[in-house]
């Protein structure tokens, strides 16, 4: 079993609608968890931090925790073409040094 | 701030040769470096960690005898790739944390062609 899981995707969605990315972890201690984003033949950028359960909104991106499902997502409201990339899940401990990332997913937003 | 950069950004080398990437932390101490591959339309491969001071702790399978990690001081890491040849061309990235939280920042990455 994989650390962190993710659909590889491609999930597409037309322009202006909501793209829901979903990422689950098998380590239930898991503290921190992150979203970057990944545009071809470049190196990952952070999007989004989360440490504790419920949502935490930065203008589009809206993310969720839910720790006893193990269960992380992304929401991107008013998708733009702009946003296709592929977005990368990492969970980690507090004071680990190793961090587990997914394989990533890549979403396509049509115009 | 938090500002990660590598050097080369893209490198062409003959089979045989070694090449030599730099992870430097521009505006932070980073306690940990982190290197990794990425292969065409493949996920992130972490290669190895490295805490400042002292040796690597590589991942299963990555041969630290070809991969050479320096942790020199808290804002530079050198990864060597030594004898390189085409199976290692490939995409290397690298990252840096300073938190406990351990959120990555990462360098641009350095495209390595091995002819």
């Known amino acids: 079993q994989k650390e962190v899981e993710q659909n590889s995707g491609p999930l597409s969605v037309p322009e202006g609608a909501i793209a829901s990315l979903n990422c689950t972890y098998s380590d239930r201690g898991s503290q921190s968890f992150f979203w970057y984003r990944q545009y071809s033949g470049k190196s990952p950028e952070l999007i989004m931090s989360?440490?504790?359960?419920g949502d935490k909104e930065d203008g589009r991106f809206t993310a969720q925790l839910n720790k006893a499902s193990q269960y992380v997502s992304l929401l991107i409201r008013d998708s733009q073409p702009s946003d296709s990339a592929t977005y990368l899940c990492a969970v980690g401990r507090y004071n680990f040094n190793k961090f587990y990332f997914g394989s990533g997913t890549k979403l396509n937003v049509k115009p | 701030g938090a500002v990660v950069s590598q050097h080369p950004s893209r490198v062409i080398c003959k089979s045989g040769t070694s090449v030599k990437i730099e992870c430097r932390s521009l505006?932070?101490?980073?306690?940990?470096m982190f290197w990794y591959r990425q292969f065409p339309k493949q996920s992130l491969m972490l290669m190895a960690t490295?805490?400042?001071?002292?040796?690597?702790?590589?991942e299963q399978g990555v041969e630290k005898d070809k991969f050479l990690i320096n942790h020199a001081s808290l804002t530079l890491s050198t990864l060597t790739v030594t004898s390189a040849h085409p199976e290692d061309s490939s995409f290397y990235i690298c990252?840096?944390?300073?938190?406990?939280?351990?959120?990555?920042?990462f360098g641009p990455g350095t495209r390595l062609t091995v002819l």
């Open positions: 990252s840096a944390s300073y938190r406990s939280d351990g959120e990555q920042f």
């Open positions: 505006d932070f101490q980073a306690t940990t």
């Open positions: 989360i440490y504790s359960n």
């Open positions: 490295s805490n400042e001071g002292s040796k690597a702790t590589y």
